[in-house]
């Protein structure tokens, strides 16, 4: 049976439901900072996604994760709601762009993620400065070493060798090694596989592409050219953050999220 999915306050209110789906290796519980500093005009639902959390023995696919997403949708009352996908979640939510299109939704944020996470000939795009034997490299490691390596993972999360305001690096490595090793590799391995490029310019509705500007995952780049592609896309840059910048600057995160509903109709 699939995991329950959160209803939304949307139901009794005003309120248009922001459906934030996390990262790999994070759970819903990530955005539990940004959803304290929302107004009153947007309503957070946070599911854990297939593989992590509640959601542990859901298959660890964009499929599966796409169609979670299509239960928390459909459960939402009120106005379309905004998706909210941050890294692993904004593949997510091209996974089910691609499969469902965009007329359920009200609008489309993604954070500090590639359509292609793979380097290749014309598609410099991807995670930032890893070649191809870089990726098989990391890959081997993942499943020689887990313990090892999740401390890359929890720093190349953030600008600062610290971590985030009220989540350390330390702290961010502890949620990671609450997840299953085999699943999250899995998980990265379908990440892999992924090309979401063809998707990008199908995305016609309202859509803010978000980034750290001191991203260590992805370029510049891979901003610069999905806003180039999607029909209906800008872009916002976080000067003080790196992968995570909801994490990093909640403050100034959950205010350009607000502007963005703002002007949604």
Do not use: K
Request: with cysteine; hydrophobic share 45%; proline share 9%.
């Amino acid at each position: 049976m699939p995991p329950p999915v959160p209803s939304s306050p949307a139901a009794t209110g005003p309120r248009r439901a922001l459906i934030l789906l996390h990262g790999w290796t994070m759970t819903g519980r990530v955005f539990d900072g940004l959803a304290a500093r929302l107004g009153p005009g947007l309503a957070p639902v946070a599911p854990d996604l297939p593989g992590h959390g509640t959601a542990a023995d859901a298959p660890p696919t964009l499929a599966a994760g796409a169609e979670t997403l299509a239960r928390c949708i459909a459960a939402q009352a009120g106005s379309p709601p905004i998706v909210l996908g941050w890294s692993m979640g904004a593949a997510v939510a091209w996974e089910y762009i691609a499969r469902h299109g965009c007329n359920a939704l009200g609008g489309l944020v993604t954070v500090d993620m590639s359509p292609r996470m793979l380097n290749a000939p014309g598609w410099p795009h991807g995670l930032l400065g890893q070649s191809a034997a870089d990726v098989a490299a990391t890959t081997q490691r993942m499943a020689q070493d887990w313990g090892s390596i999740t401390h890359s993972i929890a720093a190349t999360m953030y600008a600062t060798p610290e971590g985030a305001p009220g989540f350390s690096r330390a702290e961010t490595r502890a949620a990671i090694l609450t997840q299953d090793a085999q699943v999250m590799r899995r998980m990265w391995d379908a990440l892999l596989a992924m090309d979401a490029r063809d998707t990008i310019a199908r995305i016609d509705c309202p859509y803010l592409v978000c980034r750290g500007a001191a991203s260590r995952v992805y370029p510049a780049s891979a901003t610069e050219w999905i806003c180039s592609t999607a029909p209906d896309a800008r872009a916002q840059v976080f000067t003080r953050s790196g992968h995570s910048p909801h994490l990093e600057e909640p403050a100034a995160f959950a205010r350009a999220i607000e502007r963005f509903a703002a002007t949604l109709g």
